[in-house]
C-alpha cells in the first residue's frame, strides 16, 4: 500500500479559515487570561526522572478502586497512600495492596479535607484523582500545589475560569497535570491515529466521537455512583458532561494543540426523556430521585470547527435506551474509517482509496495489524490486571514509565483543558440559542507548532526494569 506521506498531509491545501454554521460567533471569556512574571508554558517540558514512583489516590469507588491494582502492578510504582471521604474504602483498599504482597500504604479518610491531610503528609510523585467530577478542580489545584504531578479523570474540571486555573497553576509549579483518558490508548484509536498519521485518510477533514453509554439503570442504582452523584448533575445543567473518550481520540489524530487548534464550538441539546420515562417505569414512588427533575438533554451534540477547516462531531447520551458507542470515526480525502460497527475481528470497517472501490466497506482488522501501536505489540499484548480491554493498564503503564524516564507525557494540561471545554461551553452555546462561541486556545499560541503526543516511538523509551 501507498500513502501520501505525512508532510504532504500536514502541509496540504486545507483552507485556513474555520467553517461556522449558523450566525455570529459569540467570544465569552475566551480571551488567555494573561500570564504571571516568570510562568511559562509547560509544552514539550519533561518529567524529572525518578526510579519509583510514588503514588496517591484520592477516590476509591468503581473507578479508583478498579485502577488500584494496576498501580500497584506497574513496574516502578509504588502506591505510597490511598484517600476516600469515607474511611472505610481506604482501609479496604489498603487491605488489598498488603494482600497482593506490597507495602501498606498510608491511608487518609473520614473527611471532606482527608485528601489535604495527605497531600501536605506524604510526599508525592503522582495524584491520581477519581472522585466525583464535581472535586476534580479543588483537587487537583491541591496536589499541583503540593508538588506532585496529577493524573484527573474525566473531567478535568466543570468551569472555563476552573480549566484556565489549572493551566497557569500548572505553569507556575511546573508540574504536569492531564486528563487521564484511557480511550486515548484503545488499540483501535491509536491504530487510527497512527493511520491519520501516515496519510491513510489523506488530509484528514472531519471526525465524530463521543459518549453514548446507556446508564440508566446505574444511575438509578442505590450501590453504584455514591450518593447518586452523577444522576444529580442531570438535574443541574444542559451540558455536554463527558464527550471526551471519543473526542479525545479525534483531536489527537487531527493534531488538535499540535499543529491544529478547537475554534468554535456550537451545541444542540434534545429534549430530557429517558431518564424521567426510566423512571416512570422502573423507579419505585418511594425513591429519593422522585424529588428530582432532570433538565440534561438526553443527546447533547456539539460541532466544532478547527483553524485548519476541520469539523468534530462530539456526542453525549447516557440517558437513552441504545448500545454502547464512541463513534470513534474519522475521514478524509482518501478514505474514511468507522468504529463500532461489527465489521470483522476488530470490530470496525474502513474505505481507502487506492485499495479499495466500489462503494462498499471494508474489514479494518488487517489495517489494525498494520499500524498496531508498540504498546499494544508489548505492554497491551501480556495479561494485565486493568480493566476496559486493557486500555487502562497501557495509559498506567505509560504514565509510570514516562515518570521514571523523564520523558514529556504524552497528554499534557493543554490537552486536558482543551478536551474538557465542550462541558462548560455547550453550556455557553445553548444558553445563547445554539449559537456558536469561540475555544479558548489554552497554549496561548503554541498549538501551531508540530510536536510529538500520543503517537510515540519504543525507541525513546529505555527498556522498563
Ligand atoms: N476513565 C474511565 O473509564 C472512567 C470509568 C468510570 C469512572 N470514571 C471517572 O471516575 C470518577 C469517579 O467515578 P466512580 O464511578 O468511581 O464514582 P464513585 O461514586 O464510585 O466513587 C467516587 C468516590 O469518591 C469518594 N469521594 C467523594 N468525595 C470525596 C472527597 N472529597 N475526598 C475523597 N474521596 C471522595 C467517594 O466516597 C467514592 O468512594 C469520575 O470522574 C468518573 O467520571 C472514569
Known sequence: MSYPSRRTVLGGAIAATAVVAGGAVLSPASAAPARRPGQKSMVGVPFEAVDTVRVGVIGLGNRGMGMLGGWAAVPGCTVAAVCDIRAPRAKTAADRIAAAGKP???????????YQEMLSRENLDLVYIATPWEFHYAQGKAALLAGAHVGVELPIATELDELWDLVDTSERTRRHLWLMENCSYGRNELAMLKMAHEGVFGDVTNGHGGYLHDLRELLFSDTYY???????WHTRSIASFYPMHGLAPI?????????????????????PRGLADYRERHVPRDHPSWQ?????GDLITCMISTQQGRVIRAEHDVSSPRPYS?????????????DYVPVGAAGARVYLEPDHSG??????????DEFDHWLWKTVGSQPNPGGHGGMDYILQWRVIQQMRAGLVPDIDVYDGAVWCSPVPLSVQSLDNGGRPVRVPDFTRGRWAHKRPGLDSRQSEMPPVA
Open 104 to 114: 501498606r500504604p498510608a491511608e487518609y479518610g473520614g473527611s471532606s479535607s482527608s
Open 251 to 271: 483531536a489527537a489524530a487531527m493534531d488538535i494543540n499540535r499543529g491544529d487548534r478547537m475554534l468554535t464550538l456550537q451545541a444542540t441539546a434534545t429534549a
Open 326 to 338: 464512541r463513534i470513534n470515526s474519522l475521514a478524509g480525502s482518501r478514505g474514511i474509517m468507522e
Open 292 to 296: 428530582e427533575e432532570y433538565i440534561n
Open 359 to 368: 462503494h462498499s466497506w471494508r474489514d479494518f482488522t488487517s489495517y489494525r
Open 226 to 232: 455514591t450518593d447518586a452523584w452523577r444522576r444529580k
